[in-house]
Each structure stands twice: as C-alpha cells, then as structure tokens.
C-alpha cells in the first residue's frame, strides 16, 4: 500500500525502533508509548485490520505478540501489559494496517481499564447473545 506508514516502515523507506524481524512479521517500538517499551507488531502482508487478516497471518501475530510481550514485561520490569488490537476509527484505530500494541503496564502507572456503560436489562443479554451466535 503505497501511501501506508506500516509498509513504509516494512519496506525501510520509514525509520523505525525495531525489536523483531522475520519473514512474515515485524515488531518495533510505537513511537508514541502509553508507557516506555510499547511494541506494535504488524504482518508485512498488508491488511487493514483485525477483521480483513486471514487466518495464517492472525495466527504468526499472535505468536509474536506473545513473544515480544514476554520480552518487554522482562525488559522493563513491568507488572503486568495490554494486548490489544484497534479496529475501526471508533475503537481509535488511526493507523489501518493490521497490529497489535504491547503495552507494559505498572501497578502504579495510573491508567485505568474502560469503565462499564451499565449492566444489561432485563432479557437484552439473551437477544444479544442469540444475535451473535446466529452470525458466527
Ligand atoms: P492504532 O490507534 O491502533 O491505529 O495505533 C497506531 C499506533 O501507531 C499509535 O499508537 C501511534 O503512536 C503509532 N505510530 C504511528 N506512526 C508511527 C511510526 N512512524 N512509528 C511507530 N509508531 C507509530
Ligand atoms: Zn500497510
């Protein structure tokens, strides 16, 4: 994709803060870091998010993203991370090439997970879940 910052960064026509390279994937620093040491992994197969990826791509991300995960907790001696993928602008995805964040997380880094809207009425849970079952 020739206008895309992940292929650009694929392709070195970017500079990035790699930490991981192989022949499918690739890991470096986000340059913006909720906290030090967040990684994106990306596929170097372009796909626009989450949901477009085929199967084997989503499968080699996620063995790196365990992968590298492990090795940012150790290397800045965090708690605990996030493992998260964005999809679509109004989850804040900005960037629409398929990649998940790392993000270390501290007991006392302040950040707090997304606050509940409210449980569900009364039968909405079931119509929901029906919902969702019928189209998996
Ligand atoms: P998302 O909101 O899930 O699309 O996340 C995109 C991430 O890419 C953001 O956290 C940005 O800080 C990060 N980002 C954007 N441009 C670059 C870049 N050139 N190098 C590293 N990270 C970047
Ligand atoms: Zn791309």
């Known amino acids: 994709m020739a206008d895309c910052i992940f292929c650009k960064i694929i392709s ?7 930490v991981y390279e192989d022949e499918h994937t690739c890991a470096f620093l986000d340059i913006h870091p909720v906290n030090k040491g967040h990684a994106l992994i990306i596929s170097k197969k372009h796909y ?23 090795a940012v907790k150790e290397s800045l001696d965090a708690d605990g991370c996030n493992v998260t993928t ?11 090439h398929v990649h998940w964040h790392i993000i270390p997380r501290f007991k006392n880094d302040g950040f707090k997970l997304w606050p509940s809207q409210g449980d569900y009425n009364e039968g ?3 119509a929901i879940k029906e919902v969702i079952s019928q189209n998996l």
């Open 124 to 126: 909405e849970a079931q």
């Open 48 to 70: 626009a998010d989450f949901l477009e990826a085929d199967g084997d791509t989503l499968a080699r991300l996620s063995l790196v993203a365990q992968k590298v995960a492990r």
């Open 86 to 96: 964005n999809v679509g602008t109004a989850a804040g995805q900005v960037i629409f």
């Open 12 to 18: 070195g026509e970017m500079p990035s803060y790699k």
